[in-house]
Structures are given as C-alpha cells and as structure tokens.
C-alpha cells in the first residue's frame, strides 16, 4: 500500500529566509509525487509534481522540490519566504504498480506559518 | 472556466437525515474523486469514478454511495448521517494519465449534530 508521511504538523519561518516543507513516501514501485497547497476555506490548488526525470522539480510561486529516491523523500523548498505563502501545505503520491494506482494518497498535512 | 464546482458550501443534519452533496466539472475529466479531510488527518478518499458509470471504492466508504450516470456529474449521497461524518468534503477531477495532477472543488462542510 502507498503512504504518504509529513512529520511537521507546524512550521514557522521568518520572512525572507528559505523554507522547507518535509515529505516522505511508501510505495511498492515507482512514484508519482506531487505537491498541494490549502488556504483558508478554500480547496487544494495544484503546486508541483515530479514524474520522471530531472530530481529538481519547480513550480507554481516560486516553489521547487527535490526527489530523493534513496531517501524516498520530496521536500517542497523556497529560497525566500513570503507572509502570503502561510497556508497548509500537503503531499500526495500515486503508486505506479500497485492495485491502486488510480489513487491518490495524501499525507496528513503541514501547516506553514510565515513571520513578518 | 468554472472547473469544479460542489454545491452547498455548508450544511448542518440531524443524525439519520440523508442529503446529496453535488459536484460537476467543466474540463471533460474521466476520473473523478471525493475526500473527506479531518483536521489532522489530510484527506481520505471516500468513492472514485474512472468514468461514466464506474465507480469504486477509496479508503473509506462506509456511510456513503456515489453515481457517475455522466462524465460532468459525480454526487455523493450520505444516508442515515451520523456524527463522525462531520468533516469537509471535496470533490476532485483529473485527466485519465497517472502524472495528472487533480483539480479541486472548494468544499463543502457538513455538520451532523
């Protein structure tokens, strides 16, 4: 079964300084990853993805993550932090060969809380 | 464009009431997903539908059913509401490709008291 861990419930930065978001994943083959954002009573919006090739993904807001296959991790980062990137952020993965491949699954969540 | 669109945006049941949560999209997407998100807990798929009149169970569906009778249409019908399907509902679609990233409705939160 594919699972999906972000093991920060909260995290705070100070604007202006890099941020990162930690993801970790478990699936039975290859990875689909992606990267979510959430802001207050609204739904999720569509941050990043990585399917194959480059480890280097970049997104939508400046957003950029890397995959870590042996560390079975893709960490969301920024290089500077914005008071408008506080919103709670979620990873996802689909597991290539498995029975549910269909599926998306998510992790439980990260709050990320930009200082001014 | 509208993309995903669920409707209402909030309710509140009495327990062993029965409702229809609505959601359509506009992109001509086949697959199309219904969560539930507690806080704490990110989202649990609850039904997928992988086209007109397909659909298939996710992690938790005890509680709930759903029809896919068009590709723009995919409600979710709660019977018999109980408290512990308090919770924020959404509605997602995507193209059928597995790299497809899902487009979100903006939720609909349902109280059961």
């Known amino acids: 079964a594919q699972s999906v861990a972000q093991p920060e419930d909260q995290v705070n930065v100070a604007e202006g300084n890099p941020l990162t978001v930690k993801c970790t994943y478990s699936?039975?083959?290859?990875?689909?990853l992606f990267w979510y954002v959430q802001y207050p009573n609204r739904g999720l919006q569509f941050l990043l993805k990585?399917?194959?090739?480059?480890?280097l993904v970049k997104g939508s807001y400046g957003f950029e993550a890397e995959f870590n296959k042996s560390q079975t991790s893709f960490h969301l980062k920024k290089p500077s932090a914005l008071v408008s990137d506080s919103a709670l952020y979620f990873c996802?993965?689909?597991?290539?060969?498995?029975?549910?491949?269909?599926?998306?699954?998510f992790g439980s969540g990260t709050q990320l809380t930009v200082l001014p | 464009n509208a993309g995903v669109t669920q409707t209402p945006k909030f309710r509140i049941l009495k327990i062993g009431q029965s409702m229809t949560l609505q959601c359509t999209q506009d992109m001509n997407h086949n697959y199309m997903y219904w969560y539930r998100q507690d806080p704490g807990m990110g989202l649990k798929l609850i039904y997928y539908s992988v086209g007109a009149g397909i659909t298939d169970k996710g992690e938790v569906p005890n509680g709930y059913n759903v029809s896919r009778s068009t590709t723009e249409d995919f409600p979710l019908r709660l019977e018999l509401a109980a408290p512990s399907q308090t919770s924020v509902y959404f509605c997602?679609?995507?193209?059928?490709?597995?790299?497809?990233?899902?487009?979100f409705g903006q939720g609909t939160r349902l109280t059961v008291v």
């Open positions: 997602a679609s995507s193209t059928p490709g597995q790299g497809s990233e899902a487009f």
């Open positions: 996802a993965v689909r597991d290539l060969t498995s029975g549910s491949a269909r599926q998306l699954t």
């Open positions: 699936v039975s083959g290859n990875p689909y």
């Open positions: 990585y399917i194959t090739g480059d480890n």
